[in-house]
């Protein structure tokens, strides 16, 4: 675990941009711009709101526009209603550190977690054959629109360089 990075998070009080550098399962390797400190129950809400007024045949989608107003219907409920089990579940399952810092209780593994602002890809990864049904092609269109779906974790054990408020943390 790499400590330096640890404490400067721990440092963040508001919202503030990281910037990681990190292999996926897939081995891409990206670098990804994000923000940690944002409220993501903000973020739900707002999302909530905007699938409530969401008109699915004003988007540019090759989906038929009943799949993608079931997808629509579908995901409201979800935000709505989420699935207690699940929610308590991921909730019990990490303590947080501070802000974009939480570690597993029972693997002991930390992540850096936040919004997604951007993602530049600088190696492609293993490509995998699209075996999504249509109803999940359709909530993934919808789900592209909103803001909570854009949250993100990153491994710090994954992760090659990080960095914040203006210093480079490389992990050798």
């Not at 999302?47 to 079931?70: A, C, G, R, W, Y």
């Not at 550190?97 to 530049?120: D, F």
Request: overall charge neutral; glycine content about 6%.
């Amino acid at each position: 675990m790499n400590e330096q990075l640890i404490n400067k998070l721990k440092e963040i009080t508001g919202v503030s941009f990281v910037s990681v550098t990190y292999i996926n399962q897939q081995n891409e390797k990206h670098q990804t711009l994000f923000n940690v400190g944002v409220d993501y129950q903000r973020a739900k809400q707002k999302d909530i709101e905007f699938l409530k007024q969401l008109d699915v045949t004003t988007m540019s989608s090759d989906l038929d526009n009943e799949l993608l107003e079931t997808a629509r219907i579908a995901l409201l409920d979800s935000f709505i209603k989420p699935s207690k089990n699940r929610s308590e579940g991921i909730s019990n399952a990490y303590t947080h550190l501070g802000h974009g810092l939480k570690i597993h209780n029972e693997t002991q593994t930390v992540y850096v977690y936040g919004m997604k602002v951007h993602k530049r890809i600088i190696e492609e990864g293993d490509k995998q054959e699209d075996t999504r049904g249509e109803l999940t092609k359709a909530k993934d269109a919808i789900r592209s629109l909103l803001k909570s779906t854009q949250y993100r974790q990153f491994k710090i054990e994954s992760s090659l360089q990080y960095k914040i408020s203006g210093d480079t943390i490389i992990f050798e």
